[in-house]
């Protein structure tokens, strides 16, 4: 079957440190890949997307790599900041007209 | 503001009673997702509606939760006799998938936290 499995938290770096948050997927297709992140107080939104194999999303300094050998989606950034303190979702679409979201891995950014 | 809007925010209710959540999606939208979402885990997809019509519900969904979309704008999300197991984070999201199974991005609200004593 379809599933999703994410780096399990919490996540504290200094600020200027090296991110990556671990995603792999088992799916019977391929599917989309998206990363979700939630601030604190606010809503769920949109951190990047990748739609096919070898496919980089990148937005807000943050980068991941549709890796369809090992059917992974790993998020980096190569120096976080403060303000990058929040939970991140790896979240698939396997075709099945919803996402379905891993457990999140809260980062906190430390000064 | 234009985005995906939840009401009431928080609330907080005694076993047994009935709760209705209410959604106003983005209005260009014509799909719906109601998503629960309980602490320190990641929202699980309760049901979809596009425009008026719920295409799926999970099994997670009993038959104490039911969900409309009667014009295909606003959704509510109604919980008969809650129990304690019902407290969580309730989400609502809209999107205009591009076509096929593409769900498209999905456009979340701030969500709508029950407490059930």
């Known amino acids: 079957g379809n599933s999703v499995t994410q780096m399990e938290g919490p996540v504290t770096l200094s600020e200027e440190a090296f991110l990556t948050i671990n995603c792999t997927y088992t799916a019977t297709g391929y599917p989309s890949l998206f990363w979700y992140v939630q601030y604190p107080g606010e809503g769920l939104q949109l951190l990047l997307k990748?739609?096919?194999?070898?496919d980089k999303g990148s937005n807000k300094g943050f980068e991941a790599t549709y890796r369809k050998e090992t059917t992974s989606f790993h998020l980096e950034k190569g120096s976080v900041q403060v303000s990058d303190s929040a939970v991140y979702f790896c979240?698939?679409?396997?075709?099945?007209?919803?996402?379905?979201f891993g457990t999140g891995t809260r980062l906190t950014i430390i000064p | 503001d234009t985005g995906v809007s939840q009401d009431p925010r928080h609330k907080i209710t005694k076993r047994g009673q009935n709760v209705t959540f209410r959604c106003d999606p983005i209005?260009?939208?014509?799909?719906l997702y109601w998503y629960r979402q309980t602490l320190g885990q990641g929202p699980e997809f309760l049901t979809y509606f596009q425009n008026e019509a719920q295409l799926e519900k999970s099994r997670l969904l009993s038959d104490r939760f039911s969900a409309e979309r009667p014009k295909g704008s606003f959704s509510t999300l109604e919980i008969q006799r809650t129990e304690q197991g019902d407290s969580a984070m309730y989400l609502c999201?809209?999107?205009?998938?591009?076509?096929?199974?593409?769900?498209?991005?999905?456009?979340f609200g701030e969500g709508s936290r029950l407490t059930v004593l």
């Open positions: 979240a698939p679409d396997f075709g099945n007209e919803k996402l379905t």
């Open positions: 999201a809209s999107s205009f998938p591009g076509g096929g199974s593409d769900t498209g991005e999905l456009f």
């Open positions: 990748a739609t096919k194999a070898d």
């Open positions: 209005s260009e939208h014509n799909r």
